[in-house]
Nanobody, 124 residues
Framework: QVQLVESGGGLVQAGGSLRLSCAAS????????MAWFRQAPGKEREFVAG????????LYRDSVKGRFTISRVNAKNTVYLQMNSLKPEDTAVYSC?????????????????WGRGTQVTVSS
């Protein structure tokens, strides 16, 4: 099994930046593709960004391309989400997820392990 713990959320003004971290423990981190999802109140969970287990492929939803960057450091068992130029519509609970696959998927049903999430609030 893999345990995931997110950190780095908070309140920020529009145009600001935050960096989320997701620390993994348990099985070998480099076995897993990692992704960030978010869920706003009253909305469905949506894919934000994902990274292949070797870091060689990344995938983003269109609305965050050019603003968010996902990265991972396998030696630290950690995946990051750097969020710049934040907008009020980015407000949500952000969760990281892990899937023991080589490629990155945007479908949340592909992911076996989930963290509890961290709140990101962007004020206008």
């Amino acid at each position: 099994q893999v345990q995931l713990v997110e950190s780095g959320g908070g309140l920020v003004q529009a145009g600001g930046s935050l960096r989320l971290s997701c620390a993994a423990s348990g099985r070998t981190f480099s076995y897993y593709a990692m992704a960030w999802f978010r869920q706003a109140p009253g909305k469905e969970r949506e894919f934000v960004a994902g990274v292949r287990r070797d870091g060689g492929q990344t995938l983003y939803r269109d609305s965050v391309k050019g603003r968010f960057t996902i990265s991972r450091v396998n030696a630290k068992n950690t995946v990051y989400l750097q969020m710049n130029s934040l907008k009020p519509e980015d407000t949500a609970v952000y969760s990281c997820a892990a899937d023991e696959s080589f490629v990155v998927y945007s479908d949340p049903l592909k992911y076996e392990y989930w963290g509890r999430g961290t709140q990101v609030t962007v004020s206008s």
